[in-house]
């Protein structure tokens, strides 16, 4: 795992992506680590995504007894 949160920012052109950047530069945290990985729009609409069986412990039922 690189890392544990991932959050993403939309930008229209290099301009728009260096000022976010600038922007998390000088707001960056006291202590910790921040990456930054710009990507082109082709190159993000070539990812893939795997996932297993979801699994939820969300009881979705309008029954009147449920045992658990």
Request: charged content about 25%; proline content about 3%; glycine content about 2%.
């Amino acid at each position: 795992m690189l890392q544990e949160s991932v959050y993403c920012r939309m930008a229209l052109n290099q301009n728009a992506a260096k000022t976010i950047s600038d922007n998390v530069r000088r707001n960056k945290p006291p202590s910790g680590l921040v990456q930054l990985l710009t990507v082109t729009e082709k190159q993000f609409l070539k990812m893939e995504f795997i996932t297993g069986e979801f699994k939820s412990d969300v009881v979705d039922t309008d029954e009147r007894l449920l045992i658990l």
